[in-house]
């Protein structure tokens, strides 16, 4: 085949963006400007999470272990040992970690989907349009990503403050302090507690970007579903996993925030406060849990709804005017079985329309967003039966 004819049958790759200017995260990690690179295999993911883990939990068991409160032993001042606190446990071996990956890995993610639904001929941006928007949005994102980094200091400050006032008072029995003092190890924790509040913003107000962004893309590109595509999704569920990440990411922190309830409830005396903050962000779990998965979605699901609602009407203007033509030639009987069949097509064209998908993501998909966002409401609910069926098994040996 010629180059002309290649040309012809390959579809336009037009728009690509680059998210990451102005992030340092993404600088400082070596993730910039993705677009140009293969994606990144589960190694590099891995190494990530790695990274997460060696800046948090690692000098933390190590400033523990040069502590002097025990690590693992509780006494009368001490309520809570290091090695008890499965809330930090959880935090910094997989809460920190898991958002820091999807956060460094969110540009090319967000460009392998860009690029194959445009391959799949799924979506389609002219090259006008398609630079104009990766400019804009180029120039948009670096504003958004000072932001997110200046409101993250500030946050992470914010919430390091909240802790030491919290944990430091001598009643409550805390690792992190002794006789009302900040340990060594308190230092540490406080600055563990500043990188993980100042990365959530990060990442909601750069998945709140996207969001946008995709809405945009949609308003100025041309959606061509396909009936049978293996995807079950009409050729876009590449765009359906955006949602999913987001849904991973709060999973794992509303599993934090059920140990966190957990170990506060059974092992420290802290404010009342805390409490409050504790029962705003279950709220805030339950309301925001379909809205991050739902969210970057919305978009195609809009710009889907048009591309059906528009393939029907050509299908249903189609037909009226066959009907009409066939409404003449009753009288006379001049209806062939050309026109039987004619009619016939396009009712099958009508129903294999009517047919396609109107969400931008499959069944299975769908099960995966259900299974990560109840697993932190059935850990509120299981660990603490648990907890009290091994008392109860305990107590019964013991007896």
Excluded at 181 to 203: H, K
């Amino acid at each position: 085949m010629d180059n002309a004819g290649q040309a012809a049958v390959t579809p336009n790759v037009s728009l690509t963006i680059d998210t990451t200017s102005g992030s340092l995260l993404h600088r400082v990690v070596g993730y910039h400007r993705k677009s140009k690179r293969e994606p990144s295999s589960i190694a590099s993911v891995a190494l990530t999470s790695l990274l997460g883990v060696a800046l948090t939990y690692g000098p933390l068991l190590i400033a523990s272990l040069l502590s002097s409160w025990p690590v693992a032993a509780r006494t009368t001042e001490l309520r809570l040992p290091f090695l008890y606190d499965w809330n930090v446990a959880f935090m910094f071996l997989v809460s920190f970690p898991a958002l820091l990956a999807l956060t460094i890995t969110d540009q090319e993610v967000l460009a392998s989907s860009l690029r194959r639904v445009q391959v799949d001929g799924i979506v389609s941006v002219s090259d006008n349009c398609a630079s104009s928007l990766s400019s804009f949005w180029q120039k948009r994102f670096r504003s958004i990503n000072f932001v997110a980094q200046t409101l993250g200091i500030g946050i992470g400050f914010l919430l390091a403050a909240f802790n030491y006032i919290a944990y430091t008072p001598k009643e409550v029995g805390f690792w992190i302090a002794r006789d009302g003092r900040l340990l060594g190890v308190g230092v540490v924790f406080l600055f563990c507690i500043f990188l993980f509040y100042s990365l959530i913003p990060i990442y909601v107000l750069r998945s709140f970007a996207v969001s946008v962004f995709l809405k945009d893309l949609v308003a100025h590109a041309e959606i061509h579903m396909l009936p049978f595509h293996p995807d079950k999704s009409g050729g876009l569920r590449p765009v359906g996993y955006l949602g999913l990440r987001n849904q991973y990411a709060l999973t794992v922190c509303g599993v934090n925030v059920v140990l966190l309830v957990l170990i506060s409830r059974h092992y420290l005396n802290v404010p009342s406060s805390l409490y409050g903050l504790i029962s705003a962000a279950a709220v805030a779990y339950v309301i925001l849990g379909p809205l991050v998965f739902i969210g970057p979605l919305m978009p195609f699901r809009t710009g889907m709804l048009r591309t059906k609602t528009e393939l029907m009407s050509e299908v249903a203007q189609r037909l009226r005017i066959e009907l009409q033509r066939l409404r003449k030639q009753l009288t006379s009987g001049q209806i062939t079985k050309e026109d039987e069949e004619l009619i016939d097509r396009l009712r099958k064209v009508g129903a294999v329309i009517n047919e396609l998908p109107v969400w931008p993501f499959d069944a299975g998909t769908l099960r995966k967003f259900l299974t990560a966002y109840v697993i932190p409401v059935l850990s509120a609910v299981g660990l603490p039966l648990m907890k009290s069926n091994i008392s109860a098994v305990l107590k019964w040996l013991a007896s």
